[in-house]
């Protein structure tokens, strides 16, 4: 299986194969995303959270949540119960 490393310290100009030439933006991990590709997050949820706003054009909302936090109430602002 094939990696391609993101950080948000990367490099769109890089190759994205390993820790020392990630890529950055969302854009650039989709046209290397072909095939059998693992996506590894250098800073883990931080850059999640980076390509989540990337992606959906949203940042944190005014009481300071971040798309993770929020992504997971239902309608009513209702976290779901642990184990789900």
Known sequence: MKQIFVSN???????????SA?????KR???LCRGDTEMVLI??????????TEALG???DATG????QTSS??????????GR
């Open 9 to 19: 310290y990367g490099d769109d100009n890089n190759h994205g194969l390993g820790r």
């Open 43 to 52: 800073e883990g949820s931080a850059i999640f959270e980076r390509l989540m």
């Open 65 to 68: 949540e971040t798309w993770a």
């Open 58 to 60: 949203t940042g944190p």
């Open 73 to 82: 109430q239902d309608t009513e602002g209702n976290m779901p119960p642990r």
């Open 29 to 31: 991990l989709y046209e």
């Open 22 to 26: 990630p890529v950055k933006s969302r």
